[in-house]
């Protein structure tokens, strides 16, 4: 039996909505995409939304948008998906690491104003997992020192703070719809703004630099080809329409693993923070402090020897070889970081993982993590 790490929940819906696309004369810049940015600003509560190709291609436009580039600082998390700090070096400026909050696993608020220099002009925080826990500390701290909070949101669609939708806290913002997200689109990403100039940047800058009302042959600005197709956006449209339903059942897909695992002294489970409405990404436990990066491998490839997928979530940014060459990076520059990137276990997790399943997944990774310790 074979038990995926991640599967998207495509009902005859989306199908119907893509295949509609398909038979009109409009598969991209149709009406679909001014009708999924509609839908999605409306869902976040901002003014605008710009859709773009993908999460990446979102946070680098807001760089560029925001001006970042060349002897600017911008100060992220080294536990992130890569992307949150190459657009920061994409557009010219430097990622500024700060380490983590060992509970949250988001950058630690407390340690930022430390990062801080002239050439700091933003900071990146980004709700790992779905967690917001920290976002309004980050933001008091960069309202204080003027800087700007572009939040990558990308992995907490649907996530909120004491009522406040993740999307919402920085100036601008971006979610990522690829397939092992919430709601996806296949490829694809969303940037948030209440700020028209920064909304009319990012549409004038995925263009490929035309301007508005311009002509098709016109362009203002240098400028790069992350539209979203509108066959992307039918599919969104309606992926976003049962958001509530999807963050429901990840939900109780992650009950379903915090019952079974609650026992288990040798993993640390996560929950739900107080105060917190979390929109499950993913599912990542931690090995408890004996169970060194070496042991965890192990326990990956036994887990996938027995036909369940896993993976490590994630590595740390500031030890991927090109980071070091380019900045120096070493091994303890960020401790708690290191500490939590060696004992990562993502465990299969999406919408219609069965009960059962679930089931399976614990009893197996009890199973080898008794013949580990002996090892």
Known sequence: MQIYLSRPDI???????VCAVLQSPNLSLGP??????????????????????????????????LGLGQGDEVITTPFTFISSATVIMMAGAKPVFVDIEPKSLNI??????SAITDKTKAVLPVEVFGNPAGMAQVCEIAEKHGLVVIEDGCEALGSALKGKKVGTFGKISVFAFYPNKQITTGEGGMILTDD????????????QGRGKGDGWLAHERLGYNFRLSDINCALGIVQLSRIEKIKAKRKQVAKWYQEMLATNERLIVPTEPNGCDMSWFVFVVRLAEEFTGRKRD????????????VSNYFPPVHLQPFMVEQFGYKKSDFPITESVCERTIALPFYNNLTKDEVAIVCKTLKQVLDTIKII
């Open 108 to 113: 630690d608020a407390a340690k930022i104003e």
């Open 32 to 65: 679909k995409l001014p009708e999924f940015e509609k839908v999605f600003s409306e869902y976040i509560g901002t003014k605008r939304a710009v859709a773009v190709n993908s999460g990446t291609s979102g946070l680098f436009l807001c760089m560029l948008a």
């Open 196 to 207: 028209d100039n920064l909304a009319d940047m990012c549409i004038s800058l995925r263009n």
């Open 298 to 309: 192990r326990i990956l490839q036994d887990m996938k020897d027995k036909g369940i997928q």
């Open 11 to 17: 009902t005859e819906k989306e199908i119907e909505a």
